[in-house]
C-alpha cells in the first residue's frame, strides 16, 4: 500500500492556489502590454566629449597627416616648412605651406591647439636671447 505525501485534499488546495497564481500572472502581462513589445527605457551614460587636438608647432608628419585632407605628402610640408621658417605664430602661417589654400585651412582648424599669444612667443624669444648673453 502507498502511502500519499499529501493527502486528497490537500493536494486540491495546492492545485487552487498554483492556479490563482498563474491566472494572476496572464493578467498581470496581459495589463502590462503582454506581447506589445514596447522596449524598457534605460538610463545610460552621457556621451563622452572629446577632441583631437594638433599641436602644429610640435606635431610630426605622422600625427600630422591624421588632419582631415593632409596626407603624408603635405604632413611632411609642413614640417620642413616649420623647420625653414620657423614655429607657425597664427593658424593663417600654415598658408605658406605649398598646397594648404584657404578652404584647406578651414577644413583642420577645429583640430589646431591654440597657437601661443605673442606675449608667449617674446618670452621664448627672450629666453633664447637671455641663454646666449651667459654663454657669451
Do not use: C
Amino acid at each position: 500500500m502507498s502511502h500519499a505525501f499529501l493527502r486528497r485534499a490537500d493536494q486540491a488546495v495546492i492545485a487552487s492556489l498554483t492556479a490563482i497564481a498563474i491566472v494572476g500572472a496572464i493578467v498581470w502581462w496581459v495589463r502590462a502590454g503582454g506581447m506589445r513589445g514596447e522596449l524598457v527605457d534605460i538610463d545610460s551614460a552621457a556621451p563622452l566629449d572629446y577632441r583631437f587636438l594638433v599641436n602644429v608647432n610640435e606635431a610630426e608628419w605622422p600625427e600630422l597627416a591624421q588632419l582631415p585632407d593632409i596626407g603624408p605628402t603635405l604632413a611632411k610640408r609642413i614640417v620642413e616648412a616649420r623647420a625653414a621658417g620657423g614655429e607657425f605664430r597664427t593658424v593663417e602661417d600654415l598658408r605658406r605651406v605649398d598646397g594648404i589654400g584657404p578652404r584647406r585651412l578651414e577644413g583642420m582648424r577645429r583640430y589646431l591647439a591654440p597657437l601661443p599669444d605673442d606675449g608667449q612667443v617674446a618670452g621664448k624669444i627672450q629666453q633664447k636671447e637671455g641663454d646666449a648673453d651667459s654663454r657669451g
